[in-house]
């Protein structure tokens, strides 16, 4: 499945690393996401609430199983991720550049995770947008 594929066909994404601070990668992804429409769990045991939505501590946390995990974490973080999407059943983990690692992706292909790595959701979502207005 693409980058473009999840974006298409998925409706739910949480944020793990997400912030209310506008200059960080995990503020960023959650904004766009948001702005393009999608349901947004942000996780962050820091904050109440980003955007003034609802933050939760952690994945265990969520009162619904997102279809995406979307990493904005650093990479030493994502791969204490991986086992814990996995144990939710949570269809697909998304390690965007400077997120993950070798490490993370071998983790997931060990215990048969699915997972998108080494693509930015934000730029393919821009991309689509672009490719949209264009017809």
Do not use: H
């Not at 204490?80 to 059943?89: D, F, N, P, S």
């Amino acid at each position: 499945m693409t980058a473009q594929d999840i974006l298409r066909t998925k409706k739910t994404f949480a944020v793990v690393g997400a912030t209310p601070d506008p200059w960080k990668y995990g503020y960023e992804v959650l904004a766009t996401l948001i702005e393009a429409g999608y349901t947004v769990l942000p996780i962050n045991p820091k904050y109440p609430e980003i955007e003034g939505i609802r933050c939760y501590a952690s994945l265990a946390d969520l009162p619904q199983k997102p279809e995406v995990v979307i990493s904005a974490l650093a990479p030493a973080n994502t791969e204490r991720v991986v086992e814990k999407v996995q144990e939710l059943g949570i269809e697909l983990l998304w390690m965007p550049p400077g997120c993950w690692s070798e490490e993370a992706v071998k983790k997931c292909e060990a215990i048969g995770q699915p997972f998108i790595y080494d693509v930015c959701p934000i730029g393919t979502l821009k991309m689509m947008q672009r490719g949209s207005e264009q017809k």
